[in-house]
């Protein structure tokens, strides 16, 4: 019986304590972006007139849980809720949760520019390009500041980020090209740059000459929208915010009294790109009451294999495709399905 009793005490510890190499990932909190949490409204739109709305737009998360003993991981593998995945493929050597929950808030963050940009682009709202990203020790660095504004690169004036890369077309590192560019509301400033070799500072090697500098649009508009939603993490919002952005600035309600979840990253252009944790969302998007959920296309197989009973499954593949697809819903036709 001594020896027993033992022999399950030290089950016990290990079980109860001892970690796996496995993360567990499962559903996540969804979020209304056409309402409030905490009091604090998600979306909010300052200085340009704005419209009511009616339904929710839930945008979607998954839980990854890096604390998983033994004991928790059979738990979670038994419910049907959760999945089991080496934590290799979440964290990379010597990373930690926390630095995980840096890394997302940085995409969260990006994401949140881009789904602003995508929806002011979408309503036909003029755009600027700032320098996003700056190398450290490249040309550039210490004197274009992330932030500042690019009027001209190498006499080609910059309307939309592509521009940038073109302007250095047939150029050669060793080469001095002019740089036109505005810190907040200073005066533009000229400036000569000699320009490196890209894979001197870690970049692709490519022929042309190296700034140092990662251009991106930003909307050049006379009001402000601001997303207010803390501890999320990941690129997958977009979508959802750029529509609950352009719900807001447009007469009409898109979802019309709905509840309609979805998910998927997007580009600056309005593109919807795949993202993962699919069946998580789906379940957390069921629970929370929707019956519509919007899917970047790329995601369609898994989504169809993991619906929820009930669950209406809309292919998307851009922003002007998905408030079409709502569109067409409140109107009654039916939109593209998965």
């Known amino acids: ?135 450290r020790k490249a040309p550039v660095d210490n004197i274009i500041q992330p932030g500042d504004r690019l009027w001209e690169v190498n006499g080609r004036p910059i309307a939309v980020q592509e521009d940038v890369r073109e302007a250095l077309t047939g150029t050669k590192p060793g080469q001095t090209v002019k740089v036109t560019f505005q810190h907040g509301n200073e005066a533009k400033k000229t400036v000569d740059i000699k320009l490196g070799k890209a894979s001197d500072y870690g970049s692709d090697d490519r022929a042309e000459g190296f700034l140092g500098l990662a251009p991106a649009d930003r909307a050049d508009v006379d009001f402000e929208v601001t997303i ?27 979802e019309d009294g709905r509840t309609i979840a979805g998910t998927g990253a997007i580009d600056v252009k309005g593109n919807v790109q795949p993202i993962g944790g699919i069946p998580f969302k789906l379940i957390a998007a069921k629970e929370d009451g929707a019956t519509t959920f919007l899917v970047p296309s ?4 898994e989504a169809k294999s993991n619906a929820p009973d009930g669950m209406d499954l809309v292919k998307i593949d851009t922003l002007a495709g998905a408030v079409k697809a709502l569109d067409d819903i409140d109107a009654g036709r039916t939109p593209p399905h998965c």
Request: with cysteine.
């Open 1 to 135: 019986m001594v020896t027993s009793f033992v022999v399950v005490a030290v089950l016990a510890l290990v079980g109860g304590f001892i970690k796996v190499p496995y993360v567990s990932l499962g559903p996540g909190p969804t979020y209304n972006t056409l309402g409030s949490v905490e009091g604090q409204v998600v979306v909010e739109v300052d200085g340009a007139k704005t419209y009511k709305t009616s339904g929710q737009l839930r945008m979607t998360t998954v839980s990854i849980n890096d604390e998983v003993t033994l004991f928790d991981a059979l738990g979670k593998w038994v419910s049907g809720r959760y999945a089991l995945a080496p934590r290799e493929e979440y964290f990379g050597p010597g990373q930690t949760q926390e630095d995980l929950e840096r890394e997302n808030t940085k995409m969260f963050q990006d994401s949140q520019s881009s789904a602003e940009t995508a929806a002011l682009r979408y309503l036909d709202k003029p755009v600027k390009v700032i320098a996003q990203e700056i190398t």
């Open 228 to 254: 207010h939603l803390e501890d999320v993490g990941g690129p997958s919002a977009g979508l959802i915010f750029a529509l609950a952005i352009v719900d807001s600035l447009t007469p009409g309600e898109m």
């Open 298 to 301: 790329e995601n369609c197989a």
